[in-house]
């Protein structure tokens, strides 16, 4: 790209700040604009569920290590403006108060919003949880006690429920698979992240829907898919999220579960990148199969790649998928794509901490899942990236046997 052409990132979270981060720490030459309809500073999502919602817990928010690097860099920040419309023509961004900003190039990091449950709308006590603001709302809702129902059983829900337990709430989960946690993990952590929360004395409901919600005084009713009513001071609805298309998507941009980019994070228009929880794109490590990643890490990896291929600095080591979420004292930590594989061989590392090494039929490892107290799966996981970023076939045996040490394999 021409040194010195306007750079514009539309979305001001963990992968557009990041992007600008990135560019600034790279010596990017020309200006540097961030567009992000949140007002205030950019701040991390992940201690919304966890740090901000426990008892005592800090409800200021974490910002993204871009703040110091924003204020002092000359990034032009542009908080509570919602970008509104691509003009591929005359390659300009239109922000919500009619400002146009020229680019070079584009980067669309818009994230993902929480899949809304329609049964839900305008219902009052009913709770998402994606941004700040939600999390403030909750932790005040958490603080008064009382009964609490969560609709879905992924990591979201499940960390809110645990931080609802820590405030002495009844807590019930509602998941309508056959396990928690089947999206993104295997069936043995399900089950052992599923008798945490039990010995926590969280009520966990699988194989069960929502077949109607309405308001009765200051409560929620649920009625379940099996008839039951349930009754609640607040619901907390938790069943995934969807990709931010919108504006790509009016501006005649791919859409393939999100905003569909290349490996080099193109989307149909060159001039135009996307990267974050709003893109699809082609992974390598696992023959180039498309997938959308909702995660930290992949937010993080992806907005290094996209100022790596912005200012033509040598790209990324190949990304493999990581994610962690903490609950209660506990932390589950998943490597790969669990659906690649075929079989699986489980390292017991003591103390309730195991790793499920997941390999695929011709013996590639191909995902690792972990689950243990505090950080006792953290070591073994890195290594097993390494192992999955090489497409390495290491002995069954030896992932299984605590004897012997990751890192041998890995060397
Ligand atoms: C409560 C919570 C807990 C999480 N915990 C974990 C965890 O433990 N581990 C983990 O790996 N991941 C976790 N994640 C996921 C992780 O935070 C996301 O994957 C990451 O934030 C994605 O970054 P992003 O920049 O793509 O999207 P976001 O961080 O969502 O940022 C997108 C930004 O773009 C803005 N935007 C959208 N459209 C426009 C527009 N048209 N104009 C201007 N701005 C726009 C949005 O308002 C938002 O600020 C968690 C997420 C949440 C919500």
Known sequence: MEVGLPIVIAGAGECGTSVAAELVRGGYAGPIHLVGEEAGHP????????????????????????QGLLQTSGVSHYPGLKAEAVDRDRAELILSNGLRLAYGRLVLATGASPRRLPMAEGLAGVHYLRSLADAAALRVTLARGGDVAVIGAGFIGLEVAAAARAHGCAVTVIEASDRILARGADPDISVAVASLHRAQGVTLLVSTGISALRNEGAHVVLTLSDGRETRADAVIVGIGAVPNTALAAAAGLAIDNGIAVDEALSTS????????????????????????????????????????????ASPAPPLVPW?????????????????????????????????????????????????????????????????????????????????????????
């Not at 490597?335 to 997941?358: M, P, Q």
């Not at 011709?362 to 290594?383: H, K, M, N």
């Open 323 to 411: 994610f962690w979420s903490d609950q209660y004292d506990h932390t589950l930590q998943v490597a790969g794509l669990v659906d690649e594989g075929k079989t699986h061989v489980c390292r017991d590392l003591g103390k309730g901490a195991f790793i499920n090494f997941h390999l695929s039929a011709e013996g590639v490892l191909v995902a690792a899942c972990g689950f243990g107290p505090g950080q006792a799966v953290a070591r073994d996981i890195r290594l097993a990236e390494m192992l999955i970023a090489r497409r390495a076939t290491p002995e069954p045996d030896a992932l299984a046997s605590a004897g012997v040490k990751l890192k041998t394999l890995v060397t």
């Open 269 to 312: 228009d060159p001039q135009i990148f996307a990267a974050g929880d709003c893109c699809s794109f082609p992974l390598a490590v696992y023959g180039n199969r498309r997938v959308r990643l909702e995660s930290w890490r992949n937010a993080r990896d992806q907005a290094a790649q996209a100022a790596a291929i912005l200012t033509c």
């Open 43 to 66: 701040y991390e999502r992940p201690p919304l569920s966890k740090a901000h919602l426990e008892p005592g817990g800090k409800a200021a928010p974490v910002p993204i290590d871009g």
